[in-house]
């Protein structure tokens, strides 16, 4: 039989280089996990607002189409059973109009569409420039 001087395997200081390789690795990993997984909890909470926001934009819209005056919009409950859908959503509603010599036939529409996700609160803001079919006369404020 012959004896072996030299023996074969893996000294303390390489399995410790390899664990620490390997640790840095699965760091770097799962900091990408979570980055990735905060961008997409953003990108949901962006896709629902716009959800929100235009099916609001649309039902100011076609109450103005109907004859709804701008205070009508802000003091009824135009915005009550369309919120339904969304729980632990609130919509500010803001109007401006575009100065037109006694006629405006264009109103812009600002909307702070605010919730609570992930434990945080979230707001967004949205603008737009709703047309009139027709020229209304408004009443100076």
């Known amino acids: 039989m012959k004896n072996l001087s030299s023996e074969s395997g893996f000294s303390l200081l390489e399995v410790i280089v390899a664990l620490g390789i390997l640790a840095v690795g699965i760091g770097a990993a799962v900091s990408l996990f979570t980055a990735g997984t905060a961008a997409h909890s953003r990108a949901v909470d962006r896709l629902r607002s716009i959800e929100v926001s235009e099916s609001v934009f649309a039902a100011i819209e076609g109450a103005l189409r109907d004859g709804a005056t701008l205070e009508d919009i802000r003091g009824g409950d135009l915005l009550t059973d369309l919120l339904g859908r969304w729980p632990g959503v609130s919509v500010d509603i803001a ?7 006694d006629y405006v036939d264009e109103v812009i529409v600002r909307l ?5 996700s992930r434990g945080q609160q979230v707001e967004e803001t949205f603008e737009q420039i709703l047309a009139r079919s027709r ?3 408004l009443v100076p404020e």
């Open 95 to 101: 109007f401006a109009t575009v100065p037109k010599p």
């Open 112 to 116: 702070r569409i605010k919730m609570i």
């Open 135 to 137: 020229s209304v006369r």
